[in-house]
């Protein structure tokens, strides 16, 4: 019930996003100079940056199990292909790198346990800009969905087994991303990307029913290359 009210909530604010921009370009004089980075209607984006991802009843669990975390990281990387179809609207297939953590137990008979896992994502977005006059810089936001996987491995240890056993499981689920940002053009092909948003990825669940959140909150900065003039 948490993560459904966690969702509904995200989701308002995400929709609200993309709401106000929609109003805002509605408003915008059709003389408006769209013409961004002279007119080439495919792009090419790479991010890479940080994030944080909230503590989850699913994490609780594992510390109620004796588990401690030995690795949480924070890095987000993102690569996107971008078609631009029509006056301040485009859409991208975009995958995205989430959370990766590590947890360890000692077993007392040996190595410790370890439980890992790491979560990436493959979507499509749309996006709604602004460009400045002459097509140097634009200003959009994007709503994205997709599914998320969420490769996970547990190596453990027992009293009967004299070696550590290597568990293997797959989660696939969803995620939802709201995103805002700008990009502006150093060259004739190459411009420099900078967004911050929300990503909301339930993955892991246990039998409890404790379902962890891989997304959170992200800010990214990269490069972007465009391409294929319109006709």
Same mark, same amino acid.
């Given at each position: 019930?948490?993560?459904?009210?966690?969702?509904?909530?995200?989701?308002?604010?995400?929709l609200a996003?993309a709401?106000a +921009?929609?109003?805002?370009?509605?408003?915008?004089?059709? #003389?408006?100079d769209?013409?961004f980075?002279?007119?080439?209607?495919?792009? #090419?984006?790479?991010?890479?940056?940080g994030g944080?991802t909230?503590?989850?009843?699913?994490?609780g669990?594992?510390?109620? *199990?004796?588990?401690?975390?030995?690795?949480?990281?924070?890095?987000?990387?993102?690569?996107?292909?971008?078609?631009?179809l029509?006056r301040y *609207?485009?859409?991208?297939l975009?995958?995205?790198?989430?959370?990766?953590?590590?947890w360890?137990?000692?077993s007392?008979?040996g190595p410790d346990?370890r439980?890992?896992?790491?979560?990436?994502?493959?979507?499509v977005?749309?996006r709604? *800009?602004?460009?400045?006059?002459?097509?140097?810089?634009r200003g959009?936001?994007?709503f994205?969905i997709?599914?998320?996987?969420?490769?996970?491995?547990?190596?453990?240890?027992?009293?009967?087994?004299?070696t550590q056993?290597?568990?293997?499981?797959?989660?696939?689920?969803?995620?939802?991303?709201? +995103?805002v940002g700008?990009?502006?053009m150093m060259?004739e092909?190459?411009?420099?990307l900078?967004?911050?948003?929300?990503?909301?990825?339930?993955? +892991?669940?246990?039998?409890?029913?404790?379902?962890?959140?891989s997304?959170?909150?992200?800010?990214?900065?990269g490069?972007?290359?465009?391409?294929?003039?319109r +006709?």
């Amino acid at each position: 019930m948490a993560l459904a009210r966690q969702f509904d909530m995200h989701l308002k604010h995400i929709l609200a996003m993309a709401l106000a +921009l929609t109003c805002l370009l509605g408003a915008t004089p059709v #003389l408006a100079d769209d013409d961004f980075a002279d007119g080439q209607s495919w792009g #090419l984006e790479f991010g890479f940056g940080g994030g944080w991802t909230a503590d989850t009843a699913y994490t609780g669990t594992l510390e109620n *199990f004796g588990y401690a975390r030995d690795r949480l990281s924070r890095y987000r990387m993102s690569l996107a292909v971008e078609k631009t179809l029509f006056r301040y *609207f485009s859409v991208l297939l975009q995958t995205n790198l989430l959370d990766h953590q590590q947890w360890t137990r000692s077993s007392g008979i040996g190595p410790d346990d370890r439980f890992e896992w790491g979560t990436w994502t493959l979507d499509v977005h749309a996006r709604a *800009f602004m460009p400045t006059p002459g097509g140097r810089f634009r200003g959009y936001v994007q709503f994205g969905i997709g599914p998320a996987f969420t490769p996970s491995r547990l190596y453990t240890r027992t009293s009967a087994a004299p070696t550590q056993s290597k568990y293997k499981e797959l989660k696939v689920s969803y995620n939802l991303m709201g +995103l805002v940002g700008g990009e502006v053009m150093m060259g004739e092909h190459v411009g420099f990307l900078f967004q911050g948003g929300y990503v909301f990825a339930p993955s +892991l669940e246990n039998r409890l029913g404790d379902r962890h959140q891989s997304g959170g909150g992200l800010l990214i900065t990269g490069l972007s290359g465009r391409f294929g003039r319109r +006709l």
